[in-house]
């Protein structure tokens, strides 16, 4: 049986014409297509994602990790100085800040910082002292610790650097700062750091660490590229020889990720093409299967223009779903092919045929893309709609190119091979049938509570061998590596937020928490610095007379002069100022406090709240009481990957 063709004529140039036209309104629809890898349109539900959210605001997420340290050859670390070391530390932590892509980076603290934190504490420091403080004020003002005092004073004034420290003793002659500057060490990550002339150094010396955080967010992928670029250029002219850099944070996943998606989309749309080509070309022996497998390519860039209108740019995984849209969108134009290949009619005969099977496949394809636009994941909605158009206008390209393609005729009528058993499953058996549904929804239904939503974020992520690597060396180094919790305090302004950041702090105290960063030690908040400055006024009241008259005593007997602490008198009789977070700010360790405070930014913002972050590290008893503590405190929320992970 030979085979006849349609002519072209007018009906089938346009055919081709509408289905080209098309092709190009979807082209200049596509021209600024973005891709987007940001790890936001992954996440799961809006309550995950406004989580880490706030951990964006608190700067979490956007902060680089960078440790400088002696290159390793053969496992073993080269020789390198500690100058070495810290001047390339100096140099990259400068180069970066000069980038301006950086809202703060913190290198290395200020020369005097101890100085200015003195001077910034001292007027308000009975404001920071609770009972815990005044215990230990007791024993530092009795007799006893009065003399041991002014002899540590004394030393101190004969010692070289006495000149210097003398305003600083006549201040403060017992000592009472130290006890607001130990609870600086709860301002401290939990890192493993020993400070060396202002550097981070690791206790070996081998490493220094440098914390810079992005202005731009580091889970999108293009500008994650872009720090990558600035973190080359930097190290190329700061590091010394023998020095490499390491960094550890979002930026290295976001990276991983993003280079991972391109490959798989480099990969594997190209060998699906090139598989569906070969198999249609054996099946069907003929040129027309390019044609056939042409179909969905030709409705792609229709299906990603219009997609781009509604969401301005496309994730990867979404346009990674092309490869399982290719097959659907396909199965059209095989209908449609085969409909008129075997029809031996006229083609509108055949076209009649099958045009109701092809409606009812788009419908309940289409329909089920239709429910997935309410995904609360932004990535599947992206893809539901990218798809429901990519269908559609596949079956509609198909109904146009197909009939213009296809041959009416075959040489041969194509042979259906009979296997005894499938009569076993045809409509002739339909009590069989229907057994086979039921034991299979059955089965199904027994099956369902077995499926658990996994919600650890790391499940997300496809770090490769370099990423696990540095991420490795980094706890060794430094230490950490602990599940960890952030409790985040919120307020409308900023008193509200400081008084509820404390109770966080008293809470975990109260829990036996051992490892955990936070500010509302030397930032409490009014009703805790009410209670503090109630708590200096009644010991004050008990012990004064007394202690006037054993310091005068002491005094005279170790040579001072009389008025020699007439600042440190006048200062217990003044009246003690508020604490101003804003001298903190703008202070020397300004970088340490706005790591863990955050101001409104702007009133035109929609979020005006003031946040403070406390960071714990945690097990599954702690977590449990932190959650329970985030039920019934307004403006406390905790964020962990452990409460994720358990669907929380």
């Given at each position: 049986m030979t085979i006849t063709r349609q002519a072209p004529g007018r009906a089938a140039i346009l055919r081709w014409l509408v289905v080209l036209t098309a092709v190009v309104v979807g082209l200049f629809f596509s021209r600024d297509l973005r891709l987007s890898d940001d790890a936001f349109d992954l996440l799961p539900g809006e309550a995950v994602r406004g989580d880490l959210r706030m951990l964006q605001r608190m700067g979490l997420v956007d902060r680089l990790y960078i440790t400088v340290s002696a290159a390793h050859a053969d496992g073993i670390p080269v020789a390198v100085g500690k100058h070495a070391l810290q001047e390339s530390t100096r140099k990259l932590g400068e180069l970066l800040a000069a980038s301006g892509r950086f809202s703060y980076v913190l290198s290395r603290l200020p020369e005097g910082y101890e100085f200015?934190?003195?001077?910034?504490?001292?007027?308000?420091?009975?404001?920071?002292?609770?009972?815990?403080?005044?215990?230990?004020?007791?024993?530092?003002?009795?007799?006893?610790?009065?003399?041991?005092?002014?002899?540590k004073s004394f030393a101190l004034l004969n010692s070289p650097t006495g000149l210097a420290l003398k305003e600083q003793v006549q201040f403060d002659p017992l000592g009472l700062t130290t006890l607001a500057l130990t609870k600086l060490n709860l301002m401290r990550s939990?890192?493993?750091?020993?400070?060396?002339?202002?550097?981070?150094?690791?206790?070996?010396?081998?490493?220094?660490?440098?914390?810079?955080?992005?202005?731009?967010?580091?889970?999108?992928?293009?500008?994650?590229?872009?720090?990558?670029?600035?973190?080359d250029e930097a190290s190329r002219k700061a590091l010394a020889d023998g020095v490499e850099l390491s960094v550890i944070g979002s930026l290295p996943h976001t990276l991983a990720n993003s280079r991972s998606i391109e490959a798989d989309l480099k990969m594997l749309l190209p060998i699906a093409t090139v598989l569906l080509v070969l198999v249609f070309i054996l099946a069907l022996r003929d040129i027309r299967a390019l044609a056939v497998v042409g179909v969905p390519y030709l409705a792609a860039p229709m299906a990603i223009g219009l997609t781009t209108l509604f969401?301005?740019?496309?994730?990867?995984?979404?346009?990674?779903?092309?490869?399982?849209?290719?097959?659907?969108?396909?199965?059209?134009?095989?209908?449609?092919?085969?409909?008129?290949?075997?029809?031996?009619?006229?083609?509108?005969?055949?076209?009649?045929?099958?045009?109701?099977p092809m409606l009812y496949a788009f419908v309940t394809t289409g329909s089920v893309f239709m429910v997935l636009l309410f995904s609360q994941v932004p990535s599947h909605r992206q893809m539901a709609l990218l798809a429901f158009f990519g269908i559609a206008f596949a079956a509609v390209f198909a109904w146009l190119v197909i009939p213009a393609i296809a041959p009416v005729r075959p040489r041969r009528r194509l042979k259906v091979i009979q296997v005894n058993w499938v009569a076993f499953l045809t409509p002739r058996r339909p009590g069989l049938v229907v057994l086979c549904w039921l034991a299979l929804l059955v089965f199904g239904a027994l099956s369902w509570p077995q499926l658990h939503y996994n919600g650890?974020?790391?499940?997300?992520?496809?770090?490769?061998?370099?990423?696990?690597?540095?991420?490795?060396?980094?706890?060794?180094?430094?230490?950490?590596?602990?599940?960890?919790?952030?409790?985040?305090?919120?307020?409308?302004?900023?008193?509200?937020?400081?008084?509820?950041?404390?109770?966080?702090?008293?809470?975990?105290?109260?829990?036996?928490?051992e490892k955990f960063q936070s500010l509302a030690p030397l930032m409490p908040g009014p009703a805790a610095q009410a209670a503090n400055l109630e708590g200096w006024r009644q010991f004050w009241a008990t012990h004064r007379p007394d202690f006037d008259r054993h310091f005068a005593e002491a005094a005279a007997a170790r040579g001072f002069a009389d008025q020699a602490f007439a600042p440190f008198f006048a200062w217990l009789d003044a009246e003690p100022q508020a604490l101003s977070p804003e001298k903190f700010l703008g202070g020397p360790l300004q970088p340490l406090f706005s790591s863990m405070l955050k101001t409104p930014e702007g009133a035109n913002l929609a979020d005006d709240s003031y946040l403070a972050m406390t960071t714990v590290a945690i097990d599954d008893r702690l977590l449990e009481r932190l959650l329970e503590f985030d039920e019934r405190e307004a403006g406390i929320t905790v964020l962990a990957n452990l409460k994720w992970r358990g669907g929380g």
């Amino acid at each position: 049986m030979t085979i006849t063709r349609q002519a072209p004529g007018r009906a089938a140039i346009l055919r081709w014409l509408v289905v080209l036209t098309a092709v190009v309104v979807g082209l200049f629809f596509s021209r600024d297509l973005r891709l987007s890898d940001d790890a936001f349109d992954l996440l799961p539900g809006e309550a995950v994602r406004g989580d880490l959210r706030m951990l964006q605001r608190m700067g979490l997420v956007d902060r680089l990790y960078i440790t400088v340290s002696a290159a390793h050859a053969d496992g073993i670390p080269v020789a390198v100085g500690k100058h070495a070391l810290q001047e390339s530390t100096r140099k990259l932590g400068e180069l970066l800040a000069a980038s301006g892509r950086f809202s703060y980076v913190l290198s290395r603290l200020p020369e005097g910082y101890e100085f200015s934190l003195f001077a910034s504490l001292q007027p308000s420091l009975p404001l920071l002292f609770d009972a815990g403080d005044l215990q230990a004020l007791e024993a530092m003002v009795s007799p006893e610790g009065i003399k041991s005092g002014l002899q540590k004073s004394f030393a101190l004034l004969n010692s070289p650097t006495g000149l210097a420290l003398k305003e600083q003793v006549q201040f403060d002659p017992l000592g009472l700062t130290t006890l607001a500057l130990t609870k600086l060490n709860l301002m401290r990550s939990e890192f493993s750091v020993r400070l060396d002339d202002g550097f981070f150094m690791s206790k070996d010396g081998l490493s220094c660490l440098l914390v810079a955080q992005s202005r731009g967010s580091l889970t999108d992928s293009s500008h994650a590229r872009e720090i990558e670029k600035i973190l080359d250029e930097a190290s190329r002219k700061a590091l010394a020889d023998g020095v490499e850099l390491s960094v550890i944070g979002s930026l290295p996943h976001t990276l991983a990720n993003s280079r991972s998606i391109e490959a798989d989309l480099k990969m594997l749309l190209p060998i699906a093409t090139v598989l569906l080509v070969l198999v249609f070309i054996l099946a069907l022996r003929d040129i027309r299967a390019l044609a056939v497998v042409g179909v969905p390519y030709l409705a792609a860039p229709m299906a990603i223009g219009l997609t781009t209108l509604f969401h301005g740019k496309l994730s990867g995984l979404a346009l990674g779903f092309g490869i399982v849209l290719l097959g659907i969108a396909l199965d059209y134009s095989v209908h449609l092919y085969f409909a008129l290949r075997e029809h031996d009619g006229h083609p509108r005969e055949a076209m009649r045929k099958v045009v109701r099977p092809m409606l009812y496949a788009f419908v309940t394809t289409g329909s089920v893309f239709m429910v997935l636009l309410f995904s609360q994941v932004p990535s599947h909605r992206q893809m539901a709609l990218l798809a429901f158009f990519g269908i559609a206008f596949a079956a509609v390209f198909a109904w146009l190119v197909i009939p213009a393609i296809a041959p009416v005729r075959p040489r041969r009528r194509l042979k259906v091979i009979q296997v005894n058993w499938v009569a076993f499953l045809t409509p002739r058996r339909p009590g069989l049938v229907v057994l086979c549904w039921l034991a299979l929804l059955v089965f199904g239904a027994l099956s369902w509570p077995q499926l658990h939503y996994n919600g650890d974020l790391r499940a997300l992520d496809v770090p490769d061998i370099r990423v696990k690597e540095d991420e490795r060396r980094f706890t060794a180094t430094w230490g950490g590596g602990e599940e960890q919790a952030f409790v985040l305090a919120t307020g409308a302004g900023l008193e509200e937020m400081l008084d509820r950041n404390y109770r966080v702090y008293r809470y975990l105290k109260a829990q036996g928490a051992e490892k955990f960063q936070s500010l509302a030690p030397l930032m409490p908040g009014p009703a805790a610095q009410a209670a503090n400055l109630e708590g200096w006024r009644q010991f004050w009241a008990t012990h004064r007379p007394d202690f006037d008259r054993h310091f005068a005593e002491a005094a005279a007997a170790r040579g001072f002069a009389d008025q020699a602490f007439a600042p440190f008198f006048a200062w217990l009789d003044a009246e003690p100022q508020a604490l101003s977070p804003e001298k903190f700010l703008g202070g020397p360790l300004q970088p340490l406090f706005s790591s863990m405070l955050k101001t409104p930014e702007g009133a035109n913002l929609a979020d005006d709240s003031y946040l403070a972050m406390t960071t714990v590290a945690i097990d599954d008893r702690l977590l449990e009481r932190l959650l329970e503590f985030d039920e019934r405190e307004a403006g406390i929320t905790v964020l962990a990957n452990l409460k994720w992970r358990g669907g929380g």
